[in-house]
T-cell receptor, first 111, second 115 residues
């Protein structure tokens, strides 16, 4: 079945860039997502990328996709303390609603 | 506009008891999903409703779990009898029916602790 893997923890200093990595196994993945969960809150969709794209940039967020290696990354420029949260990588195959999530990476931003 | 709301936010029950979680999707959203995150692990899909019909329940762990969505509005997820391994955070999400990549909006989750 589908599998999505992430490292569990990342610590960065405020103002630095954060890079959160994710690998997935489903070669038919069509949509790849990054969700953010702040303490006590639900999952918030941050950004997504179609599998036919290599990169997507949205303000401080840059998503890179290496489809050959099934590797997805999320770069947060100028990381702020408000970026501290758990970030989930997720994938979905086209025409199918079920989303497969990774374990989540807890990002800690040190002031 | 109200988002996806889940009740209760926390629940602590004893092993063997019954618990019912509720999810109110965004009004007009025909798709409703249940997911679960067991401590430190990935968020796993449980099931998917389209209106009142179960479209996919392949993620339901066993027959102690029963999900309903009578009338195609809110949904309930009942665990009976609860076991220790059922502890975790249960998320509900909803989305519009149209469009292949329609965004799913998540609730804040219900943290279930079985002791």
């Amino acid at each position: 079945g589908e599998d999505v893997e992430q490292s569990l923890f990342l610590s960065v200093r405020e103002g630095d860039s954060s890079v959160i990595n994710c690998t997935y196994t489903d070669s038919s993945s069509t949509y790849l997502y990054w969700y953010k969960q702040e303490p006590g809150a639900g999952l918030q969709l941050l950004t997504y990328i179609f599998s036919n794209m290599d990169m997507k940039q949205d303000q401080r967020l840059t998503v890179l996709l290496n489809k050959k290696d099934k590797h997805l990354s999320l770069r947060i420029a100028d990381t702020q303390t408000g970026d501290s949260a758990i970030y989930f990588c997720a994938e979905r195959s086209g025409g199918y609603q079920k989303v497969t999530f990774g374990t989540g990476t807890k990002l800690q931003v040190i002031p | 506009e109200a988002g996806v709301t889940q009740f209760p936010s926390h629940s602590v029950i004893e092993k063997g008891q019954t618990v019912t979680l509720r999810c109110d999707p965004i009004s007009g959203h025909d798709n409703l999903y249940w997911y679960r995150r067991v401590m430190g692990k990935e968020i796993k899909f449980l099931l998917h409703f389209v209106k009142e019909s179960k479209q996919d329940e392949s993620g339901m762990p066993n027959n102690r779990f029963l999900a309903e969505r009578t009338g195609g509005t809110y949904s309930t997820l009942k665990v009976q009898p609860a076991e220790l391994e059922d502890s975790g955070v249960y998320f509900c999400a909803s989305s519009l029916l149209t469009g292949q990549n329609t965004e799913a909006f998540f609730g804040q989750g219900t943290r279930l602790t079985v002791v």
